[in-house]
């Protein structure tokens, strides 16, 4: 019998919490440190305590779906104890691929990693399974007094290892059963401005490991706006702000990033949003002209302005290794006038110059964009730019493989979503009205609580509150909640872990699986309480 998450099996009124308890005398791992595996043994007072098997003939009724966040998709009840981690437990592998994961897991729940062994009663067994597809996907099988984990690939087994963490959190345990699991959608994002607020290093290593616990698979990093540039720097030291995070530092971040299966996806946002570039090199400065110098703004017509900013996105191309590379290209200030080609001439000849007589700004700022995208595209990196990014008419059209970063509809000439979808661009959801947590909530923005995440948001929701037809969901790559950082003073560190801990936990519920959660928010909440 097959079962939906969440949905009560009849007959099945708690979850069973009796166990079966392995034999043995060996003990569980030492404590390790945080960064390394997780919580020390001495957490979990039950996997050292020997206590009797339960009668063979005993009658167990049915297994009640696993509570967790995300909730798993698919669960098989059966009858039987469960498990829980007990004293001579393990936890083996089939694959040394999967030692990383093993010993986290081991370290986590209090039992001894034993590398490449038979699984034997009591004990937790990772695997890997070719047959099955979906590099995310993984089943979690509790039966014959063990529990089994298998997936396509190292990414999947590691989303297994965190179910069974939170089924066995606080002494509880893992229910009778298979678990069939996988996300519906392969972007599931943090991003944190660290550019306008710095955070320490310390505290970000916490949110990646919050953010592996609940599956999430990428941490976004814009590290470069006007109040800061925030990660150091060989070849420009001159643009770096006194706080900032050393290239050791986030070697450390991305360490840890990777052992928790998350993608660090960089932003160094240009053509605006530079000012800190700019005040070690006010020469590149966009002036209008009356001479009036416009914030935080390159003047694109200035081979000196391109120079620059591909020397850094070369640099860091060095020291962040994964696939994405977000360009920013929002709200560049020069096409937000009434006649930009007036107020800034030279880059209006400059757009007729490199496009013919009929371009433009917009043209030129598209140029600037495909060109740096073209940068990245050097080092392997697929890139991503802001939605107020991309123009409407002219004759420069944005390349085609750089993903939409939808998270507005508030710019001059916006255009609704369908508009990238139709014409085939991917998209990753980043809507402002439900997703962004603005410190000192300016304008009409207001700390999110995560409810109306919960019981309103899906992917499909990328602007305003009505989603787009289901048929343009394969281009919907994902979605991602955003801190940022506009009054950094608001709140400290500690206050933003607080207030985005149920945002980010309804955001990944949707984006595992967008329909209508079991739970009510109540509930959910209530969960999340008891999960920690």
Known sequence: MLVAAGVAVAGAAAAVTVSLWPTGDSSGPAAHRPS????????????????????????????????TIPAVREHTPARGPGWRPARGGRVVIDDEELADEGRLLAGEIGLTYAGQKDARAGDVELGLDGARTGTESYTLTVKNRRVTITAPAEAGVFYGTRTLKQEVHGGGTAPEGVVHDRPAKPRRGLMLDIARKPYTAAWIEDRVRELGDLKFNELGLHFSDDQGFRIESDKHPEVVSRQHLTKAEVRRILALAASRHITVVPEIDSPGHLGAVIAAHPDLQLRSASGGATRGTLDISKPGAARIVDELLNEYAGLFPGAYWHLGGDEYQALTVSNPAASYPQLAAAARSRYGSGAGIADLATGWLNDRADVVHGHDRT?????????????????????VAYWTGKEIGARQPVEYLSAGRKLLNYNDEYLYYVLGQPQTFVYPAGERIYEQWTPRVLRGSTPVAGKYDPQILGGTFAVWGDFPNAQTQDQVAAGI????????????????????????RKLADRLG
């Open 36 to 67: 390394d595996a997780g919580s020390a043994t001495a957490s979990h007072p039950s996997a050292r305590t020997n206590a009797p098997s339960p009668s063979p003939t005993r009658s167990y009724p049915l297994s009640a779906t696993p509570r």
């Open 383 to 403: 890139p991503r730019a802001w939605n107020d990014g991309f123009f409407r008419g002219g004759v420069v059209r944005p390349e085609g493989d750089i993903e």
């Open 501 to 524: 801990r149920m945002p980010l936990r309804a955001t990944v519920q949707k984006l595992w699986n967008p329909t209508k959660p079991a739970l009510s928010w109540a509930d959910f």
